[in-house]
């Protein structure tokens, strides 16, 4: 996850995106204009950490299509074992032993599908030196660990990443003035581009501000990652024993009035004011030594699909006010309903696919 490792990805990241708008075109003509794209962000993210965990050469469609049910299936349990974490007495009433052998299934499952392209890789006459893989294999970590070290990888970087997006091109649709403005800028004014490159989103401060009022107002992972305390401590007069799991309340800090000027509102303005309190206050990756390893590439992905589906496509609402803004939560901040959007081609703002 280091610049450089990021860096050598750019040239992926940015076809696969512009793959992945190909698609959508062709599928809201099917439909009518309408679209619902949350599985297409989630396939495009699956392949670019495919990239990055396995290498360029990776191209394995089966395991795109695969992954994403078991992430899905891995993320429901969640909420089940943070319970069973804070009240473990749960664990022995037979009637909830359930979930724990769907567990092992799931277990069983991710070794299968993980180790059939590790598999894969260590076949290869010219494995990659640079992915992730060849880094966890040359430490000489169990296999098992490497298995579930990658599978990791694309849990906590698909559905972040993919419901950000869905979040944003929401509060877009919800705001088309915003979105106006966000097009205006992508695009590069009256000289239309064919895409919009990496280089290109790392100077968009309107984008930027885009991403960081999402990231504010629907912070992924509203409680965080859970950590443990390694010793006895105390928190402002709280004790807590060595070996408790702590989570942090991500959300009501990003929802704080005394912080921010109206909480509950979409604010761009508060991350294009010099004097906004986005370094200290805007947490969604956590802070500190345990600070996301993955926060600039989620970004980075974030700002460039959304830079080019806004530069492409026209999105609007296919009834009423737009998107239902309801949260559903696991670990993960979902959506309730699944964003459905309708879409027109920028070349012909006046015409509705179809």
């Given at each position: 996850m280091n610049p450089s490792a990021i860096s050598s990805q750019t040239l992926s990241q940015e076809n696969e995106v512009i793959a992945m708008t190909q698609t959508i075109q062709e599928q809201a003509m099917i439909n009518g204009g309408i679209i619902r794209p949350l599985v297409y962000f989630r396939h495009n993210i699956a392949r670019v950490v495919g990239h990055l965990c396995f290498g360029p050469a990776f191209n394995n469609e089966a395991f795109i299509i695969g992954i994403d049910p078991l992430i899905n299936d891995a993320i429901s349990l969640s909420a089940f074992t943070r319970f069973s974490d804070a009240f473990p007495f749960f664990r022995s009433i037979p009637g909830l032993w359930g979930p724990y052998r769907q567990a092992f299934e799931i277990c069983d499952r991710i070794v299968s599908m993980v180790q059939s392209e590790i598999t894969h890789y260590q076949s290869s006459k010219s494995p990659c030196t640079t992915c992730y893989l060849h880094f966890l294999l040359s430490h000489g970590y169990p296999m098992e660990t490497i298995i579930f070290i990658l599978f990791e990888t694309f849990l906590l970087t698909n559905d972040s990443t993919s419901f950000t997006i869905a979040w944003a091109l929401a509060f877009l649709i919800r705001n088309p003035e915003i979105?106006?403005?966000?097009?205006?800028?992508?695009?590069?004014?009256?000289?239309?581009?064919?895409?919009?490159?990496?280089?290109?989103?790392?100077?968009?401060?309107?984008?930027?501000?885009?991403?960081?009022?999402?990231?504010?107002?629907?912070?992924?992972?509203?409680?965080?990652?859970?950590?443990?305390?390694?010793?006895?401590?105390?928190?402002?007069?709280?004790?807590?024993?060595?070996?408790?799991?702590?989570?942090?309340?991500?959300?009501?800090?990003?929802?704080?009035?005394?912080?921010?000027?109206?909480?509950?509102?979409?604010?761009?303005?508060?991350?294009?004011?010099?004097?906004?309190?986005?370094?200290?206050?805007?947490?969604?990756?956590?802070?500190?030594?345990?600070?996301?390893?993955?926060?600039?590439?989620?970004?980075?992905?974030?700002?460039?699909?959304?830079?080019?589906?806004?530069?492409?496509?026209?999105?609007?609402?296919?009834?009423?006010?737009?998107?239902?803004?309801?949260?559903?939560?696991?670990?993960?901040?979902?959506?309730?309903?699944?964003?459905?959007?309708?879409?027109?081609?920028?070349?012909?703002?006046?015409t509705t696919l179809s």
């Open positions: 979105q106006l403005k966000l097009f205006k800028e992508v695009s590069g004014g009256d000289e239309k581009r064919e895409r919009v490159t990496v280089d290109q989103v790392n100077k968009m401060p309107y984008l930027q501000a885009v991403v960081n009022e999402v990231l504010r107002m629907k912070p992924i992972a509203p409680l965080g990652i859970p950590h443990k305390t390694v010793k006895d401590t105390t928190l402002k007069g709280w004790k807590i024993d060595e070996g408790t799991a702590v989570m942090v309340n991500i959300y009501a800090l990003h929802h704080d009035p005394k912080v921010w000027d109206h909480p509950e509102q979409f604010m761009l303005e508060r991350f294009l004011n010099e004097n906004a309190p986005m370094e200290k206050s805007l947490l969604p990756f956590g802070a500190g030594r345990r600070i996301c390893v993955g926060r600039d590439l989620g970004k980075l992905q974030v700002g460039l699909t959304l830079a080019n589906l806004i530069n492409k496509f026209e999105w609007v609402a296919t009834d009423g006010d737009g998107p239902d803004m309801t949260d559903a939560y696991t670990a993960i901040l979902r959506m309730k309903e699944p964003l459905l959007a309708g879409i027109k081609l920028r070349t012909n703002l006046g």
